[in-house]
């Protein structure tokens, strides 16, 4: 009520005295002005000492990364300075703009301040990116010259690109990972999976992969592992899969709703989510997830079957 009545004299005072109209432009500003301290602070904190060295310990141990992006300790690296580069040339071109908005000379040189900045300190360790095959996953028209706010102030494209075959260039990293925790929710009850549930999963997912199921599952009458074994294996699978696939929902749903909140929580890279996973690796691991999957709901539903045989034995048996 409280912030209804202050935004109600407030457009009574516009109206009454069009002298006012700098100070309701001062007062629109100073939220965008909060918003934007409060990332800043946000990204400040995600620089530290402690946030990078735990940053580290998080990227470098996961299975996942491994896996599905790269076992290159250095191009990881290089993805993660990269990305947090951009993040940090956005943020610079939000702050310019609100230079431009001020009567102070200094402030509305911003823009000119930090581009000297970016080519005397940041320049080098680009080049030095450009070196590698990094530079593989830079959009052509970025390169030191281009690296300024002018770019990100025009919306242009950003900075990573995803690989070829990647899930990021083929738009399926938020579809994949909506699957993943599909299957993980399933296989946390697989004596509970009712026929329902079990194709609504399977018509999630792609043409490709439901074919190269279908043939997987096909050879029933050969030696296959134990249900308890599969339970093991998914469950291993799962333990480092999962997290980037929530991690991928945790992404997507911090982008979507950071336009209307104060502070950015979204402190998830893209090395963490699966924008950079190999979709042919994802495919198989998926894949091997569900033929798991299949096999210990099978299992679960000869069990049941035989229970109500002996149910149905026994009451005979008692009459």
């Given at each position: 009520m409280g912030a209804e009545s202050w935004f109600r004299s407030l457009w009574k005072t516009q109206q009454k005295d069009d002298s006012n109209s700098?100070?309701?432009v001062i007062g629109v500003l100073a939220f965008e002005v909060a918003s934007l301290m409060s990332k800043l602070v946000n990204l400040w904190q995600s620089w530290s000492d402690k946030?990078?060295?735990r940053l580290r310990e998080e990227i470098m141990k996961p299975v996942?990364?491994?896996k599905l992006v790269s076992d290159d300790e250095y191009f990881i690296v290089c993805l993660i300075s990269v990305e947090m580069l951009e993040n940090m040339a956005h943020m610079a071109a939000s702050v310019?703009?609100?230079g431009k908005k001020c009567s102070?000379?200094?402030l509305k040189d911003f823009e000119n301040a930090f581009n000297e900045f970016i080519t005397l300190h940041l320049d080098p360790m680009v080049k030095r990116m450009e070196n590698q095959w990094v530079s593989e996953l830079l959009p052509s028209s970025v390169h030191p010259p281009?690296?300024?706010?002018a770019r990100f102030a025009s919306g242009r494209t950003p900075w990573l690109k995803p690989p070829s075959e990647?899930?990021?260039a083929a738009s399926l990293a938020l579809h994949y990972g909506s699957v993943i925790i599909a299957i993980e929710k399933l296989a946390a009850s697989p004596y509970l999976i009712g026929f329902g549930a079990r194709e609504d999963l399977y018509n999630m997912l792609p043409e490709h992969v439901s074919a190269v199921l279908r043939a997987k599952l096909k050879p029933c009458g050969k030696a296959m592992a134990s249900a308890d074994e599969w339970t093991e294996a998914m469950t291993d699978i799962l333990e480092w899969l999962a997290p980037l696939a929530h991690h991928m929902i945790r992404w997507q749903s911090e982008r979507s709703l950071e336009q209307h909140r104060f502070v950015s929580q979204a402190n998830v890279l893209l090395v963490q989510i699966l924008y950079f996973a190999n979709q042919e690796k994802t495919?198989?691991?998926?894949?091997e997830l569900l033929v798991g999957l299949n096999y210990v709901w099978r299992y679960a539903m000869e069990l049941k079957a035989k229970a109500l045989v002996e149910c149905g034995s026994s009451r005979v048996i008692d009459r």
């Open positions: 700098e100070k309701v946030q990078v060295a996942a990364i491994k310019a703009t609100l102070d000379p200094s281009e690296i300024n706010v990647s899930l990021g495919d198989s691991i998926i894949t």
